[in-house]
Every structure is written in C-alpha cells, then in structure tokens.
C-alpha cells in the first residue's frame, strides 16, 4: 500500500482487524489489550505496559542513501526539508534519531510504515514519562 | 501533465547485472529486506505485520524487474513517472540492503558507506553485486532528484 501524508500506514488497521479477529476489546485511550480468558491481573499489566509515551526510532544502516531518508522523513512525517535533513544526519552521525513521540498505536503505525520504506524503525517506551 | 523521465541504460553493462537483482529479488520472496524487531508485540499480530510488509516488498520487486522488458532490452531504456517512481524507489532501497545481506557484507560498512571502492580489485560475484548496488542507487538518485514532487504530493 502507498502510505500518504497525514495518514501512516496500516499498523493501526492491522492492529484493530487482529484485535477483532481474536475477540479483544479495543479501547480507545489509553490503548488496551485485553481476552475475556485473561484474569483481571493480566489486564491490568498489559495496560501498563501499553500506555505512556511511545518513542518512533530510526537507526542508521549503511546502505539507504541520505536523499532517500531525507524523501521518506518527509513523506511519512511531513517534515520540511530542513527538520528532514537534520533527522537524517543524526541517525546518520549519532546512529539513531528519535522522529516521533506520542501514543502507542499511532506510534506503530509510524514504525509500520517506516519498515514499508525498509528503514530500520523501532518503538521505544519513553522512560521520561 | 504527468512528468516523466526516460533513462537509457547501456545494455551491455546493464544486462548482466540482472541476473544478480533477480537472485537476490528471489530471495526477498520469503524475507523482508530490513527485518524488523518486533519482539514485543502479540505473536498473531506480529506475523500479520511481517505478512502485510513482506507482501508489500513483494509488488515493488515484481515491479522493478519488470522495467526490464522486451522494451528495454530493444531499446535499452527505463521510464520512470509518478505512477510507479514510488514503488520503484523503495524496491530498489529492498534489493540494495539484500545485495548488502548475501555479497557485500565483507567489504565492510565503513567502505559501503563511503563508496570508495575499487570495483576491479573485486572477484566477479561481488564486482557485480556492487554493480548492481551502484546501478540501483543511481536509479533512486535520478527519481529523487526529478520525482520527488510525485512522491510526496501522491
């Protein structure tokens, strides 16, 4: 699928097909995840671990050249040349940049669609919150 | 009026370089080429995302191996416009971190990255993996370069 700007890609969708298909709720915030088999413990662990601060990350690869980053950070997230740019050469300088910061779901649906674009994007909880 | 841009590759230096894109678009088949870590998420969930990329890589690398049709090798040109310059730009980023994968890992990232490489003092398999990996980002640089527009307004 294309991803287009203002709409990330399919995670959300993914998220909320396997959600139904398996028969667990789906809140809407914070994100839960819960099966009318798991006991309430459970439940409320799953909460924790899901909501918060949830970090978009980008790693450095050798191989993706610096105007393809630059084009996908502006395609994905909207940047503007110069905020692209900056990104870029500090995933390229530092190894990683964090390009994205909020709730969980929308989180994922970033990584999503980074990897769409084979970048090398990770989800990290945000410990500073 | 939709922008296009044709490109006319050399067919004898072009050509022999297929054979290495369409062994390593085999194996892209069964493997993304940047696999992700997702070790957090449900394990159902986790395999519909590897299978929604892996799906997704998949139409891109049909549709680059097929710019090289009987057109191209009659006339030894490419066409690139805002219909396909997306799909093309991200399979060939797929191909290139394949090429990385299965030939050119002992060269070393450094040198990669850097592209001062000397092609000749390379043995054949990997001369022509670099051959592809340069070819595939020329390609990537002429859609960026002319296309970008396409991309981000698609």
Redesign the interface.
């Known amino acids: 699928?294309?991803p287009?700007?203002g709409r990330v890609g399919?995670?959300e969708d993914?998220?909320e097909?396997?959600l139904q298909a398996?028969g667990a709720r789906v809140h809407s915030l914070p994100v839960v995840?819960s099966n009318s088999k798991l006991q309430p413990a459970e439940d409320v662990r799953t909460e924790l671990?899901l909501e918060g601060r949830w970090l978009v990350v980008v790693l450095n690869?050798?191989?993706?050249?610096m105007?393809?980053v630059v084009?996908v950070f502006?395609?994905v997230f909207g940047f503007d040349e110069q905020t692209a740019r900056q990104r870029m050469l500090e995933v390229h300088e530092q190894g990683r940049s964090v390009v994205w910061g909020g709730l969980r779901e929308k989180a994922e649906a970033y990584?999503?669609t980074l990897?769409?674009?084979?970048?090398?994007?990770?989800?990290e909880h945000d410990e500073t919150h | 009026m939709m922008k296009r841009i044709e490109v006319r590759l050399a067919l004898p230096v072009v050509a022999p370089l297929l054979d290495v894109i369409k062994e390593v678009a085999d194996d892209l088949r069964e493997n993304l080429a940047a696999p992700p870590d997702l070790a957090d998420l449900e394990s159902e969930f986790r395999d519909a995302w590897v299978a929604e990329l892996l799906g997704g890589q998949n139409r891109e690398v049909e549709a680059l191996l097929a710019l090289f049709d009987e057109e191209f090798f009659s006339e030894g040109i490419v066409a690139f416009d805002s219909d396909n310059a997306e799909t093309i730009v991200r399979a060939a980023a797929a191909v290139r971190l394949q090429l990385r994968e299965r030939h050119l890992k002992p060269l070393g990232d450094e040198l990669l990255e850097g592209g001062d490489i000397n092609v000749m003092t390379l043995e054949e398999k990997p001369r022509k993996a670099f051959m592809c990996y340069l070819f595939l980002a020329t390609i990537q640089e002429l859609i960026i370069q002319h296309l970008d527009k396409s991309i981000l307004d698609a």
């Open positions: 699928m294309v287009q700007r399919r995670a993914l998220r097909s396997h398996s995840i671990a690869d050798p191989v993706n050249l105007s393809y084009l502006k395609k990584v999503f990897q769409q674009w084979h970048l090398t994007a990770i989800l």
